[in-house]
């Protein structure tokens, strides 16, 4: 369904690889997690699959297509088989509910009819049945979300891509969310979601991909967020680490082990900040 | 795909942007009212060409007492050259150019010089005397003038041969290089014109990137996504070709029919039926124009 051949991405700015020699292989109807570091290369990898981006090397085979080989023209019409969900929902403001999901079937040219069967299906799908008129800002969160999953997949695709759809969530909320994307694979979809939710993997016990500077370091079935080899390091766990210190603030999950962590070292991660061109570079 | 749909986004799109749609509409007004203007400008010089090369004349003036031009040596014109010149003009090789002749005494001259020249002081200065006889010529091509100059030029008793088209020439050069000026500001113009749009056509993408960004998401065709744009600009553009259009027949109708025509009763001018002859021209270069540069820049903005 989804196979990565040695596939490697350089972003002109970046002064090393977003993704290196990545190679994969995802099945129909798998669920699968994409962990890692921020700017480990989730970003990169979802982008590639959707073709936003070409492979710098290697190759990406998605539902029987050679990704590079995909003219520019035929972009759209692969794109139709895909659903992607974000971390920021994307919706229309001044769009209700049930405009939002029929806008991913209007601009298909769907019918009328088809738009008035397909739309109240899918939002009694995600469990929104009774607020097809609401508007976004009505919404909570979490039921924001549920309307970018309805249009994500109202046109019921084969592979559905989420980049960190909890990350804007509380956990009962993302618990609901995970419910929801858990039917929809049951239901026989392909989802790859990249997440920083530790408990949400752990929970779920589905195959975990771990990236780490663009490089596949672990790909486990029914696995955890952190195994042994790669601990991870959070805030409250490195705080007695250093107790005689101040306080470090530190993104939870941003880093790796840091027992030795030296903010003055040049080689440390935390000053590398080439990740920022890139979350700029999505923003447009 | 709905056109409904894709008239409807384009709608949007103007109202969205009214200022610059306005600045778009103004930019393709005036410089299509520069084209179409350079563009009568030629219908113009075309119609005078033919109605003045058609009754211009080649003069083939004739020694004075006063003249030491040509083969004149202050004598007047004899009998016997005046019809050595006539008969040459009748002869076997010149006869099948000449469509007709007529010869026009000193008198007759004197005639013709004080009507055209009604109310000058010069008439008070001019006597019979002074103008020359004169064969004027018509030819059945006027551009053939050369045959005359080689046979009648060197003549005796012949003071100059003079084809009036060369007078005309010099007007016409003159209203040329006026179109050509016409031109040169309407193609600066029309490349603002082209910037404007496309500035406009990215503005509107911009304010729509929400809109832009998902549909590219869920998969709408790029036709489906470049089209309400492109008719974005057609649409401002074509409102600035007819507002265009409308300022060409305001100038036909009342400086050239209602001034020129009356200051200059002789000659002919453009009429409004010749300029329904460029309004067509002018909608389709606004439309063209404007949705080539409306392609570029929403492809650009669109690159996948």
């Given amino acids: 369904m989804i196979r990565f051949d040695g596939v490697s991405k350089v972003y002109r700015s970046g002064n090393r690889p977003a993704l290196h020699d990545a190679t994969l292989e995802i099945k129909p109807g798998e669920f699968v997690f994409l962990v890692g570091a921020s700017g480990s290369g989730k970003s990169s990898f979802l982008r590639l699959i959707l073709r936003e981006e070409r492979a710098s090397a290697g190759q990406i085979h998605v539902l029987g297509q050679e990704l590079g080989r995909l003219s520019n023209r035929k972009v759209p019409f692969y794109r139709r088989n895909l659903g992607v969900v974000f971390q920021d929902f994307r919706l229309l403001p001044t769009k209700t ?9 209007r601009v298909l040219g769907k019918s009328e009819a088809f738009i008035h069967d397909a739309v109240p299906e899918v ?12 508007l976004p800002h009505e919404l909570s969160g979490g039921e924001q979300q549920r309307v970018a999953i309805a249009r994500a997949v109202v046109n019921k695709p084969a592979i559905l891509l989420a980049d960190e759809p909890t990350g804007n969530l509380d956990p009962t909320t993302s618990a609901g969310i995970m419910d929801v994307l858990r039917n929809i694979n049951t239901a026989g979809t392909t989802v790859l979601m990249a997440t920083h939710d530790t408990a949400i993997v752990n929970d779920m016990k589905r195959r975990v991909v771990e990236l780490r500077e663009g490089r596949i370091i672990r790909d486990e079935a029914g696995g955890t967020y952190e195994t042994r080899a790669n601990p991870v390091v959070s805030f409250t766990d ?31 991660e935390a000053l590398d900040l080439s990740y920022l061109d890139r979350i700029e570079e999505d923003d447009k | 795909m709905k056109l409904s749909f894709v008239l409807l986004e384009a709608w949007n799109g103007v109202r969205r942007n009214v200022s610059m749609v306005v600045s778009v509409i103004l930019v ?6 520069f084209v179409g203007s350079a563009a009568l400008l030629q219908l113009q010089i075309g119609n005078m060409k033919s109605y003045w090369y058609d009754k211009a004349q080649v003069a083939v003036y004739l020694c004075t007492q006063y003249s030491t031009l040509g083969s004149c040596d202050q004598q007047e014109a004899g009998d016997d050259q005046i019809a050595a010149v006539q008969a040459q003009l009748e002869s076997d090789t010149l006869a099948p150019y000449i469509d007709k002749w007529y010869f026009e005494n000193h008198d007759q001259a004197f005639e013709n010089f004080t009507s055209q020249f009604k109310g000058s002081p010069v008439v008070d200065l001019v006597t019979p005397d002074l103008l020359p006889q004169t064969f004027w010529v018509n030819l059945k091509d006027p551009t053939q003038s050369a045959i005359v100059f080689e046979a009648v030029g060197g003549m005796s008793g012949v003071e100059s041969v003079v084809d009036q088209r060369s007078y005309l020439d010099g007007i016409f050069s003159m209203l040329n290089a006026a179109s050509l000026t016409a031109v040169g500001v309407a193609i600066l113009m029309l490349v603002a014109a082209a910037l404007l749009i496309a ?11 929400r809109e832009l960004a998902i549909m590219r998401l869920v998969g709408a065709s790029n036709w489906y996504i470049q089209t309400p744009f492109i008719l ?19 100038i036909v109708i009342f400086f050239v029919d209602g001034y020129l025509a009356n200051a200059l009763p002789t000659t002919s001018f453009v009429q409004l039926a010749d300029a329904w002859f460029v309004f067509p021209g002018l909608l389709v270069a606004g439309a063209v124009l404007a949705a080539s540069s409306a392609y570029v820049a929403i492809s650009r903005y669109l690159r996948v």
């Fill in chain 1, 97 to 105: 509910v049930f405009d939002n999901v029929a806008f991913a079937l």
């Fill in chain 2, 232 to 250: 974005e600009g057609v649409v401002a553009a074509t409102i600035g070709s007819l507002l265009a259009c409308g300022a060409i027949a305001v």
């Fill in chain 1, 123 to 134: 939002l009694g799908l995600v469990g929104l049945g009774n607020k097809e008129n609401r």
């Fill in chain 1, 238 to 268: 490195a705080q007695p680490l250093r107790a005689d210190s101040q306080p470090i603030v530190v993104e939870p999950l941003d880093f790796d082990p840091i027992p030795a962590f030296d903010p003055m070292s040049p080689t440390s």
């Fill in chain 2, 28 to 33: 393709t007004l005036v410089s299509l009212t």
């Fill in chain 2, 199 to 209: 500035t406009t056509i990215r503005l509107s993408a911009f304010s729509r990137r």
